[in-house]
């Protein structure tokens, strides 16, 4: 079945670093790809997504690149923000699988003054 | 706009008991999709419905059942509560069912068993 692996957390960075969160794939079928934030709290905020091998999704600094041929979607942003500190998911969609998403395990980002 | 709502926010209950979720899609959403985060881990799918219709269920047994109304809201329904169930119940809308398309969830619904 499909599934999505990312790094474990947490991930600690300071102000202004640069932040890379891996995920991997696999999947029947040719998926659609998603990052999702969750603050303390709250529910899933989309951040990104990418619907075809090569896009590029973008948004708040954050992008991440759609690779087919390495099955992943990491997630980058060139200077985090205190603002960053979240649990990011990354996640894959397949019309194979009814339109659910199916979810990584989250990894939580932790950016210090 | 309103965005996804969900009620109640926070909930506790015994186990045994049973518990009714409730959420509201955002206007002119006519899909809702639950899912199931518990602590430290990605949330699991459960349901989704599109146009009142069952689309998909996720690997959870029969004490979960969902249904969807002629306004597009949803409920869900869990029986027999065990400890295992205490978790986030997110849900999630969405304007048809299609590649690409991204869902927008509400804030969830904490549910604690004792």
């Known amino acids: 079945g499909d599934s999505v692996t990312q790094m474990e957390g947490p991930v600690t960075l300071s102000e202004e670093a640069f932040l890379t969160i891996n995920c991997t794939y696999t999947?029947?079928?040719?998926?659609?790809l998603f990052w999702y934030v969750q603050y303390p709290g709250e529910g899933l905020q989309l951040l990104l997504k990418?619907?075809?091998?090569?896009d590029k999704g973008s948004n708040k600094g954050f992008e991440a690149t759609y690779r087919k041929e390495t099955t992943s979607f990491h997630l980058e942003k060139g200077s985090v923000q205190v603002s960053d500190s979240a649990v990011y998911f990354c996640?894959?969609?397949?019309?194979?699988?009814?339109?659910?998403?199916?979810f990584g395990g989250g990894t939580r980002l932790m950016v210090k003054p | 706009d309103a965005g996804v709502t969900q009620s109640p926010t926070h909930l506790i209950k015994t186990r045994g008991q049973h518990v009714t979720l409730r959420c509201s899609p955002i206007?002119?959403?006519?899909?809702v999709s639950w899912y199931q985060q518990v602590l430290g881990q990605g949330p699991q799918f459960i349901f989704q419905?599109?146009?009142?219709?069952?689309?998909g269920r996720g690997n959870f047994p029969d004490r979960f059942s969902a249904r969807q109304f002629p306004n597009y809201s949803s409920e869900l329904n869990v029986n027999a509560l065990l400890l295992g169930d205490s978790a986030l119940y997110l849900c999630?809308?969405?304007?048809?069912?299609?590649?690409?398309?991204?869902?927008?969830f509400g804030s969830g619904t904490r549910l604690t068993i004792v």
């Open positions: 206007s002119g959403h006519k899909s």
């Open positions: 990418a619907t075809k091998a090569d």
């Open positions: 419905y599109y146009e009142k219709e069952e689309r």
């Open positions: 999630a809308s969405a304007l048809s069912i299609g590649e690409g398309l991204g869902y927008t």
């Open positions: 996640a894959l969609r397949t019309n194979n699988a009814g339109n659910m998403l199916t």
């Open positions: 999947a029947t079928g040719y998926p659609s």
